[in-house]
């Protein structure tokens, strides 16, 4: 069973830290690309940070560089979000999400998988 388990959401202060951690099981972790994304009520869903499963190359959002990082650990199966200097634009539930894609024998296939996600609040 595919499980991906975010944790770390909290309610923090402008210009704080927060480390999101997101578990996966059910499936070979270190084949597949992981990324962030985050929701707020009546917004689309955005595209936070994005690591590669293989190299570990990274993309993030513009209105995140410089302020979140995305790690991982195939070891641990888990895709970390550090977040620094945190605004209140930041208020979101945020989420990962494993993506690889595969060969079925006669085309390739996508394959996501998604997290429940968990709150960040940035307010004072």
């Known amino acids: 069973q595919v499980q991906l388990v975010e944790s770390g959401g909290d309610l923090v202060q402008p210009g704080g830290s927060l480390r999101l951690s997101c578990v996966a099981s059910g499936f070979t972790f270190s084949r597949y690309t992981m990324s962030w994304y985050r929701q707020t009520p009546g917004k689309e869903r955005e595209l936070v940070a994005r690591i590669a499963n293989v190299g570990g190359s990274t993309n993030y959002a513009n209105s995140v560089k410089g302020r979140f990082t995305i790690s991982r650990d195939n070891a641990k199966n888990t895709v970390y979000l550090q977040m620094n200097s945190l605004k209140p634009e930041d208020t979101a539930v945020y989420s990962c999400?494993?993506?690889?894609?595969?060969?079925?024998?006669?085309?390739?296939?996508?394959?996501?998988?998604w997290g429940q996600g968990t709150q960040v609040t940035v307010s004072s």
């Open positions: 999400k494993a993506t690889t894609t595969e060969w079925t024998g006669s085309s390739f296939r996508t394959l996501d998988y």
